[in-house]
């Protein structure tokens, strides 16, 4: 057995420059045609460019991603550095499976908590307790390991005293602090953060030190 | 299968395509507890700050049937098979107001889920489920304001009568459910590139409406038009949920064997294509 707990082969992604119009709908066609009738290769692959925003390019199709190959052992924290628009978060949307690749392939092993985003799904007239449950099964925790973790939560957030309010009435870092107690109470061998950590970390430093200890951590910032 | 193989030896394979019939329903049935989470989160948010509450819910069919009752009744004069007035739009509008509230929030689950959707991975299909569920919730409170008047028109000798066929009611309830479900699925995941399905859905519902027997009994359409609006699914259901409960209504396993062959091939045409658009359409909503 290897211990390798993420596997990217060959990973490309394109995506569309522009508006979506009625010019989309004879190039869908035109892809439908060529790659579904004549099999053969999609020509949006062959048109397509490297991804760089300051120059104006002679295609609207470009590359986020070309050809990306990597692996990941477990018990590695890996950091992802790039500039704005490098693809450092849409590589993590297709590992967090909110979108597919255009081609190739990704194994992993083990459970995934993707928090590509704090407080996702809160709701402002929930309270802070009825949000914990919601945002936790949203992340992919069943209601019987919210219960067990509340007080876990609740104490990490620091927020207990408003905890039977609507999060609406929270100032914005209550908010962000709530959340990220939920997301970081989710059981998972790997874990996915998109400028996340940029919201809430001062003295909670540590404590998030120590459990990412367990975790596979990729990191875009 | 090599997706198969693969995933002996992985948790997760992320794959471009993957086969039209691979549903993940395994994976739908382990976040059934974001559903419930998610149906609570309706029922709570909906009456949080208003003094009336719940009684919400009983308003819009009371009113809606005082002004049927008034306008197709006594203007119109239309036929109600010899019911009593309001029973009847009562019967139809608490059954219409369910299949159209599915229809509909169904229908935009992409478009204003899409913040959630773009952030974080959880079976799709458990939003639009939680949408049906949620308004299943609703369409019981309406039945219990129904059930009232069936008891006050039984207290008044009122000429109905309620037969074997109500056990039908589940049935009728599921049906509604899934046709709304299915259709609302296709026109969101049609929708989410090109937008112009969802300005037809918006009034289209409302002009269904009378292309379905809720304002009027079948046996009252003109014979011209009658296979317009037995063609309508809805029609079927309505009619067999009237009279299961009022004694009156044409049901027949024609009508009803209709609706319930296209409501399965809607919700199977419905998840098949959710599921296809539910990869990419992050990209293109």
Redesign the interface.
Known sequence: MSNTAI?VENLSKI?RLGE?GTG??SR?MERWFKTKVLKQEDPFLKIGETNDRANKGMSDIVYSLQDINFEINQGDAVGIIGRNGAGKSTLL????????????????????A?L??VG??F?P??TGR?NI??NG???????REIDRKLDEIIDFSGVERYIDT?VKRYSSGMIARLAFAVAIHVDAEIILLDEVLSVCLRHDDVAIGCRADDAIGIRSS | MKHEE?LK?????????SSLLQLNLKDVWR?R??L???V??DF??FY??TILGPLWFFIQPLFTTIIFTFIFGNLAGLSTDGLPQPLFYMAGITAWNYFADCLTKTSTVFRDNA????????PRLIMPLSIVVSNLVRFGVQMLLFFMMIGYYAYTGADFHLNAYVLLFPILVLLMALLGLGLGLIITALTT??RDLAFLITFGVQLMMYATTVIYPLSAAPAAYKWVIELNPMTGIIEAFRYGFLGEGSLTFQTLGYSIAFTLIALVLGVIIFNKTE??F???V
């Open positions: 596997k995506y979506i989309t709908i869908d949307k297709i590992l967090s499976r909110v979108t597919t690749p255009t081609t190739g392939k990704i194994n992993i092993k083990g459970r995934v993707s590509l985003e996702t799904g709701h007239e929930l009825e449950y919601l099964a949203i992340l992919g925790m069943r209601k609507p | 693969a030896e992985w948790d997760l394979v992320i794959e471009p395509q976040y507890d974001l419930w989470l998610l609570k989160r709570v948010s949080k700050q913040n959630i959707f773009g952030k974080v991975y959880f590139k090109y990869k990419t992050v990209d293109t």
